[in-house]
């Protein structure tokens, strides 16, 4: 697990990518019309969803999921620390509602109706988020950051 402030941004940047990938991958099948237009809509969404991704982390995700695993951990036995699928999840349900606001306001502009679309949104990417958060991003993501950053070396 990241240790510095540069092990921790390589590691919110790799994660950041990877969920943002299958995120956007996952909401784009029901408007494929052909590969290019899929490319083509990744090409401006991945970099705009990914540096969204990290500000929201930084400003409102980990503090909400920090608070989430404290208050949840309580309800733990004592002295066990919490696992990594613990605090993934946590960070999942603090980031997806969040992100399903700004999905909401870019890219399906509706401001009237912005509380029934968001919690649709919402409601239809939080089983995805977790299922690639705890299956895919996190182990992929942990086994990539061992390769660039040996234990051995820190």
Known sequence: MPKTPWEKFVFALMMSVIMV???ET???IPRWTGCLAFLRTLAWELPLMTVLVMVTQQVAGTPL???LAHVLGKLRPPRERPG???LSCCMVVAMCPLMSAWATLIFKL???FFPKVWLGTFLRNLPMALFWQLLVAGPLVRYLFSRLFPQ???
Do not use: D, P, T, V
């Open 65 to 67: 999921a920090c608070g």
């Open 110 to 112: 509706s401001l009237g």
């Open 84 to 86: 990594i699928l613990f």
């Open 21 to 23: 990938l299958g995120m």
């Open 26 to 28: 996952y909401n784009q």
């Open 152 to 154: 051995e070396k820190r």
